[in-house]
């Protein structure tokens, strides 16, 4: 088993920053990927970005150059940095975490509103 603990959604105005921050305990095996899907309402969840155990990076297109992911292996937990942030990154946001080994596993997730 994983459990994810997610922290850092809030309000902001558009062209804002917002951190995201999760931290991954349990069953933690050194090959993982670990990332931030969203949600907005009526609409399916979709992947914002992933990271993988050597630093692999994977974002959606329309976050390229605004978000970054980034990780910290020895305290197992990963970051999503977002800048210049628009009413359209509006969503609850995800984090998420697998392996071969333990599976796959969802955080609880956390809302992230955008202003106009």
């Known amino acids: 088993q994983v459990h994810l603990v997610e922290s850092g959604g809030g309000l902001v105005q558009a062209g804002g920053s917002l951190r995201l921050s999760c931290a991954a305990s349990?069953?933690?095996?050194?090959?993982?990927?670990m990332g931030w899907y969203r949600q907005a309402p009526g609409k399916q969840r979709e992947l914002v970005a992933t990271?993988?155990?050597?630093?692999?990076?994977n974002y959606a297109d329309s976050v390229k150059g605004r978000f970054t992911i980034s990780r910290d292996n020895a305290k197992n937990t990963v970051h999503l940095q977002m800048n210049s942030l628009k009413p359209e990154d509006t969503a609850v946001y995800y984090c998420?975490?697998?392996?071969?080994?333990?599976?796959?596993?969802w955080g609880q997730g956390t809302q992230v509103t955008v202003s106009s």
């Open positions: 990271i993988n155990s050597i630093g692999n990076t």
């Open positions: 998420n975490f697998y392996s071969a080994r333990s599976g796959n596993y």
């Open positions: 349990g069953s933690i095996f050194s090959t993982n990927a």
